[in-house]
T-cell receptor, first 116, second 112 residues
Framework: DTGVSQDPRHKITKRGQNVTFRCDPISEHNRLYWYRQTLGQGPEFLTYFQNEAQLEKSRLLSDRFSAERPKGSFSTLEIQRTEQGDSAMYLC??????????????FGPGTRLTVT | DQQVKQNSPSLSVQEGRISILNCDYTNSMFDYFLWYKKYPAEGPTFLISISSIKDKNEDGRFTVFLNKSAKHLSLHIVPSQPGDSAVYFCAAGGGATNKLIFGTGTLLAVQP
């Protein structure tokens, strides 16, 4: 079990550019979550998937953000027309729905986005 | 509206002593609570959880206590070790949603 992986680990982009991040969950996990963390704050929920279905989106997820999980395995998070306020750590987590401890979410290392 | 609060931004403890990290919540719909540990430039690592039907859960050096009437939980680490130095986040979830709501974290420094 290799845990949750995220790619890239770091991304520097210019304002107005589009960026895409990838998350590979723990292989048997059917739920996948995206969070965003800024300095001095805890992670904030963005969206989550159960298999390929996107079941909930936060108000934080503006129209410039889109997430997919096309085959119920890996997921991508795209930010279009990046703004400096998008600079943050983007975290992915996964969990197993249907077991007694389905609320335990396991996080990847994160992707640090810097918008210049 | 901060539904999960960690009012102590930092805590310093001597090696071998007990570390007690506190967390308060406001939403009575939460039915499970978790503690995560985070090192700089890494993702949060799951430590221990507790459901609302329990008031205590132990795992090795880590014990979480839940006081539902006070809407308060705490994490006890004993004995504390220098490797425990990190930021600790409490998180809560439950009801109709599966998202976790995190506190702002407490930086624990364990002095050798």
């Amino acid at each position: 079990d290799t845990g949750v992986s995220q790619d890239p680990r770091h991304k520097i982009t210019k304002r107005g550019q589009n960026v895409t991040f990838r998350c590979d969950p723990i292989s048997e996990h059917n739920r996948l979550y995206w969070y965003r963390q800024t300095l001095g704050q805890g992670p904030e929920f963005l969206t989550y998937f159960q298999n390929e279905a996107q079941l909930e989106k936060s108000r934080l997820l503006s129209d410039r953000f889109s997430a997919e999980r096309p085959k119920g395995s890996f997921s991508t998070l795209e930010i279009q027309r990046t703004e400096q306020g998008d600079s943050a750590m983007y975290l992915c987590a996964s969990s197993v729905y249907g077991t007694g401890n389905s609320y335990e979410q396991y996080f990847g290392p994160g992707t640090r986005l810097t918008v210049t | 509206d901060q539904q999960v609060k960690q009012n102590s931004p930092s805590l310093s403890v001597q090696e071998g002593r007990i570390s007690i990290l506190n967390c308060d919540y406001t939403n009575s719909m939460f039915d499970y609570f978790l503690w995560y540990k985070k090192y700089p430039a890494e993702g949060p690592t799951f430590l221990i959880s507790i459901s609302s039907i329990k008031d205590k859960n132990e795992d090795g050096r880590f014990t979480v206590f839940l006081n539902k009437s006070a809407k308060h939980l705490s994490l006890h680490i004993v004995p504390s070790q220098p490797g425990d130095s990190a930021v600790y986040f409490c998180a809560a979830g439950g009801g109709a949603t599966n998202k976790l709501i995190f506190g702002t974290g407490t930086l624990l420094a364990v002095q050798p």
